[in-house]
């Protein structure tokens, strides 16, 4: 872990920051060989190789603001295999109302295995302690069974549906941070480290 990477641990994963020079190098080649080397882990599952997931709308933002990085994507790492099983991030910092979206994914290999819920716990207990961030978003196709489940558990609120360009229609739900920080304060050992 280097200082431009502020490790969130969760209880079985590692979140790591992608950071502005592995852009550089998933830019021209997301399968280079010199990626995550110096990091402890490998990516054996092709995680964001083959899909690019949310790169292409990450790169220009990395570009235009490279501190950012923590925000913007991070890859989850199985700590006891040091292996890359998927990934989350927000969409970008949040906007002036406080308001940040967050996105996720897990390798198909992996999935079922309630990782998908770690990782939300992980970044949103990293974010909420952040005093310009004041209201959690998740938006969800509406066909996507298994996440609608996970935000619905997790008691995020239905607030309305969008056309995504991409992934077409999507739920959106959304949580006041204060609300998340009060019911899930016992899950806050997933803690950043500097």
Known sequence: MTGD????????????TVLPREYALLAVNRADSRLWVDRGFTNPLGHLVVDPG????????????????????RLAVLRDEAIV???????????????????????????GRGFAQEQLHGMWGWLIDQPDVHTLRYTVGTDNAVSQAIVRKLG???????????DGPEDIFEMPAEEYRRRFSPLRCCRSQA
Do not use: K, N, W
Request: charged share 25%; proline share 13%; with cysteine.
């Open 85 to 111: 099983i998927g990934s989350s991030g927000f969409h970008d910092r949040p906007d002036d109302a406080g308001m940040i979206e967050i996105g996720l994914g897990v390798e198909p290999a992996c999935r």
């Open 54 to 73: 949310p790169l292409p709308h990450r790169i220009p933002r990395i570009l235009a603001d490279p501190g950012a990085a923590p925000y913007l994507l």
């Open 156 to 166: 995020f609120t239905h607030v309305g549906r969008q056309i995504d360009e991409e």
């Open 5 to 16: 990477d502020p490790l969130i641990r969760t209880p079985r994963l590692d979140l790591h």
